[in-house]
C-alpha cells in the first residue's frame, strides 16, 4: 500500500505524502500553490467558475473538464491536472485562449477561467464545434454578465488558430492500493482514505470498514464537505476498481457497474430510448456527468434522484454485493424510506441490470425543472406499458419527486391493466394518481403543481413521440 499521491500539475510532478482525505483540489490549488486562477463561485459543482482539466490515461474521453470545488486531492493520483495557468506555452496564448481574446468572449473575467478550462477539454478531445454541441460543453459554465454569445463565436473559431505543444499525459496509476490516514489539526479526528484496485478488495475494505463513507463520483459528497462542512473519517474511493465501470449488454438487457460515469452511459442508456439519453443529458453539466456515477445517484437514494423513476419503469434489477455474498433486488424495493435504502453495512451497490423495451412496449421519461439545464428535477416521471393487441397487459409508472422515495403509481398502473390504451382509460389513470401520492410544497414546486404536472406527463405519454420533448411551456418558475 501507498501513503503518496502522485499526480501532474500543469506539467510538474507532485507529490503530497497522507494530504487530507477531503481538501479540495480547488482549495489546495488557491491556498497551497497560489494558483488563484481557478475561482470559487459556488463550491457545489454548480457555476464552473473552478473548472480544471483533468486527463486520465484510464478515462473515455482522456481530457475531462471537472469542478475543482468538489474534487478531492487523493482521486488525482496518477492523472494530470492542467489550470487555467498551464494552458499558455512560453508566454504564447492557447488557440482557445486567443479565440476568446479575438472574440471579446470576456466580459468581468470572473468565470473565464472556467470557460477557457471547458474549451480546452474539448479542444483536446477534437469536439465538434456546431452550436448544439457548444451549448452542451458550456451549460455548465455560468456567466452572470451574460456574454454567452461571444463566448460561442469563439468556441467555434478556436481551431482557426495555430496548434501549439500541449502539457502531456501522466503514466497509468501504479496498481497497488492507496492507503492514507492522517489526523485533522482542527478537530482531533483520524482520516483515512483508501483507493482498492479490485472489486475483490473493494468488498473486503467495506467489510472491514461497513461505516466507511464510498467515495464514488463525489458530486453529492462533496457537497458534505464544502455545505454541511462533513467530517469524513473513512474514505473508500472506487474510482480505480477494474471492472467496476463496465457497460455490457446484448440483445436482451443493458448492464451497467455502479461506478460507471454518466458520460460513459450516456450513449448506452440514449439506445435504450432517446429520452433516457436526453433525461442522462439534463442531468447535470459536462463536468457533473465526467464525475457523477450511475450506482451513487441510486445508493444515495435521493427522492429526486432523475435515475432510479425510469430505471424502475424499465423493470432494473440491482446487483447488491457484501464479501463474497451477491443478491439481486427489484431496484424499486431498494427504496424503504426516506434515506434508508435496503443495504447491510458493509454492502454495497455493484452493478445495476436493465431490461430492453421490445416492440410490443412503450417507454418514456420525462424531467420537469425550473431552469432546462443543469437542474435539480421538481419531478421526474417514468412510463411503461406493454400492449396485447389494444389491450394493456403490463405497466410501470415511476415519479421521483412526489414521495419520500422513487416510487410505483400503483392506482394509476392499476386503472389501466387489463383495458384498452385508449383516451377514456388513461384520464382514469390520471385521476387515480392522486391516490398515489400526496406531495410536498418546497422551493421547486408547490403540491398542486407536482400533481398536475405529473397528470399531464400521463398523458404527454399517451399521446406518443410526437409530442416534443419536454415542451417549454412545462417549465415553471
Not at 84 to 112: I, M, W, Y
Not at 259 to 287: C, D, F, K, W
Not at 400 to 428: D, Y
Amino acid at each position: 500500500m501507498r501513503n503518496i499521491v502522485s499526480f501532474t500539475l500543469n506539467g510538474k510532478a507532485v507529490e503530497l505524502q497522507n494530504p487530507d482525505p477531503t481538501q479540495t483540489l480547488l482549495n489546495w490549488l488557491r491556498q497551497s500553490r497560489t494558483l488563484t486562477g481557478t475561482k470559487e463561485g459556488c463550491a457545489e459543482g454548480d457555476c464552473g467558475a473552478c473548472t480544471v482539466v483533468i486527463g486520465d490515461p484510464n478515462a473515455t474521453p482522456t481530457w475531462q473538464a471537472m469542478n475543482a470545488c468538489i474534487v478531492f486531492l487523493p482521486t488525482l493520483d496518477g492523472k494530470t491536472v492542467i489550470t487555467v495557468e498551464g494552458v499558455a506555452k512560453d508566454g504564447n496564448l492557447h488557440p482557445v485562449q486567443r479565440a476568446l481574446v479575438e472574440h471579446h468572449g470576456s466580459q468581468c473575467g470572473f468565470c473565464t477561467p472556467g470557460f477557457v478550462m471547458s474549451l480546452y477539454a474539448h479542444y483536446r478531445n477534437d469536439g465538434a464545434v456546431d452550436e448544439e454541441t457548444l451549448n452542451d460543453v458550456l451549460a455548465g459554465n455560468l456567466c452572470r454578465c451574460t456574454g454567452y454569445a461571444p463566448i460561442i463565436r469563439a468556441a467555434k473559431a478556436m481551431y482557426d488558430y495555430p496548434k501549439v505543444e500541449e502539457i502531456a499525459l501522466t503514466a497509468a496509476t501504479k496498481q497497488d492500493t492507496l492507503a492514507l490516514s492522517m489526523t485533522d489539526p482542527l478537530t482531533g479526528t483520524k482520516k483515512q482514505y483508501f483507493a482498492p484496485q479490485t472489486l475483490d478488495a473493494l468488498a473486503a475494505l467495506y467489510t472491514d470498514h461497513p461505516d466507511a463513507t464510498i467515495l464514488a463520483g463525489g458530486t453529492d459528497v462533496g457537497l458534505w464537505v464544502t455545505k454541511k462542512h462533513a467530517v469524513l473519517e473513512t474514505l473508500i474511493d472506487i474510482g480505480r476498481v477494474a471492472g467496476f465501470a463496465e457497460i455490457a449488454q446484448d440483445k436482451n438487457k443493458l448492464s451497467i457497474g455502479a461506478g460507471a460515469r454518466y458520460a460513459n452511459a450516456y450513449a448506452a442508456l440514449g439506445n435504450l430510448h432517446p429520452t433516457l439519453g436526453e433525461m442522462v443529458r439534463r442531468i447535470g453539466s459536462t463536468q457533473i456527468r465526467n464525475a457523477g456515477t450511475i450506482g451513487g445517484n441510486i445508493a444515495n437514494g435521493s427522492p429526486i434522484g432523475d435515475m432510479p423513476p425510469p430505471l424502475i419503469a424499465l423493470g432494473a434489477i440491482l446487483v447488491l454485493r457484501k464479501g463474497e455474498t451477491r443478491r439481486r433486488i427489484a431496484l424499486e424495493d431498494f427504496f424503504i424510506a426516506y434515506g434508508q435504502q435496503d443495504l447491510a453495512p458493509g454492502e454495497f451497490v455493484e452493478a445495476v441490470i436493465v431490461p430492453k423495451p421490445d416492440p410490443s412496449t412503450r417507454f418514456a421519461v420525462y424531467k420537469i425543472s425550473k431552469r432546462f439545464d443543469q437542474d435539480i428535477s421538481a419531478l421526474c416521471g417514468a412510463f411503461f406499458v406493454r400492449l396485447q393487441g389494444e389491450d394493456v397487459s403490463e405497466a410501470r409508472f415511476a415519479f421521483g419527486g412526489m414521495a419520500a422515495i422513487p416510487a410505483r403509481a400503483k392506482a394509476a398502473e392499476a386503472a389501466l391493466i387489463g383495458k384498452a390504451w385508449s383516451e377514456t382509460n388513461l384520464r382514469a389513470a390520471m385521476t387515480a394518481l392522486a391516490q398515489d401520492f400526496t406531495p410536498l410544497s418546497d422551493m421547486r414546486a408547490s403540491a398542486d403543481y407536482r400533481l398536475q404536472a405529473a397528470q399531464n406527463l400521463m398523458w404527454k405519454f399517451y399521446l406518443g413521440e410526437d409530442a416534443p420533448y419536454l415542451a417549454r411551456e412545462m417549465h415553471h418558475g
